[in-house]
């Protein structure tokens, strides 16, 4: 199949991110995850269809969109406030256009491996002077792997550097031809007990940590990255666990992702329920001891 005739559903892309790798670099939010971390900051992605966002304080109540729905999906209650029936919605955009407040937006957009290709080259000379490059990231980029593969050795053949944000939750097979071709990759541990693991995942954590072994073994640079989720798996049990665990397979370096809530908007635009409104982002002083817990093995610890 020819490159143009392959898309991909990406809901973001972001230019001059630092985060997601070395230097200046673009990077690629693809649409659809295996898994449900409960804290999740980009609930928008772990769904492969596009989506409807609707952002309640832009809306003026003019009704304009229930007029045009064809699914009958847009209700309004008493005081007239529109509310969405997202079981009818079918996300045919038919309210994004007619609203002059810019109240709806869809989530997602299907892009062929050119186009995507097009606007990531934009910035070419800030990662040549920066040593920086594209980063796929999501979602789980490699939900959509035969669109992956074909951006990604476009972005090969051009000379820019690469590197794939997964979560790890992915068949060895589909896994292994995109760890090939890439430069970098960032890979969480989210919990080191499977069933743990699953309670704030949705999955166990056995293939992940399989393919975190495989990816050692192909030699490949890789960051590894723990969220830091108070009370869900910042005990001393996990952290030491985790730590003897990374030291037995040679990761010399650590990054801390500190449970944050900047996600929570979107859950609302999405109309879903945000599931860990009963904590609060750590503070400082645990960062810092489990930074001190994790350096006792041997880890660089940063916070990312
Ligand atoms: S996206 Fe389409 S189906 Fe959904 S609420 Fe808007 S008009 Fe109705
Ligand atoms: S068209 Fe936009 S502003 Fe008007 S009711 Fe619908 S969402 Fe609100």
Not at 18 to 47: A, H, M, Y
Not at 187 to 200: A, G, L, S, V, Y
Not at 210 to 226: G, H, P, W
Request: charged content about 25%; hydrophobic content about 35%; overall charge negative.
């Amino acid at each position: 199949v020819p490159a143009k005739d392959i898309t991909g559903n990406i809901f973001d892309i972001q230019m001059f991110s630092i985060n997601d790798g070395p230097g200046i670099r673009t990077t690629v939010f693809f649409k659809g995850c295996p898994l449900r971390c409960l804290w999740c900051s980009n609930p928008e992605s772990q769904q492969t269809k596009p989506q409807l966002y609707y952002f309640a304080n832009l809306c003026t109540k003019c009704h304009r969109c229930v007029a045009v729905c064809p699914n009958g999906a847009i209700i309004v209650d008493e005081d007239g406030n529109v509310e969405i029936n997202r079981k009818k919605c079918k996300v045919c955009g038919s309210c994004v256009s007619v609203c002059l407040n810019e109240a709806r937006k869809i989530v997602g957009e299907n892009l062929s491996v050119e186009e995507v290709f097009a606007l990531v080259k934009r910035d070419e000379l800030f990662y040549r002077n920066s040593g920086g490059g594209v980063t796929f990231s999501g979602g789980e980029p490699t939900l959509q792997s035969e669109f992956l593969l074909k951006l990604l050795k476009s972005c090969t053949d051009y000379g820019f550097h690469t590197a794939l944000d997964t979560c790890g939750y992915v068949s060895w097979d589909i896994l292994k031809p995109v760890i090939e071709m890439v430069e970098l990759v960032l890979f969480d541990i989210k919990h080191i007990n499977p069933i743990e693991h699953k309670r704030i995942t949705g999955e166990s954590n056995q293939m992940i940590l399989n393919n975190l072994r495989s990816i050692i073994a192909c030699d490949k640079e890789i960051t590894v990255r723990f969220p830091l989720i108070p009370g869900y798996n910042d005990s001393r049990e996990n952290l030491d666990v985790t730590g003897s665990f990374l030291n037995e397979l040679g990761i010399k370096s650590l990054d801390i992702l500190p449970y944050h809530r900047l996600g929570i908007g979107k859950y609302k635009r999405l109309g879903l329920p945000y599931m860990l409104n009963d904590i609060e982002e750590p503070s400082q002083e645990k960062i810092d001891e489990v930074i001190n817990q994790l350096e006792n093995f041997g880890l660089q610890v940063s916070v990312g």
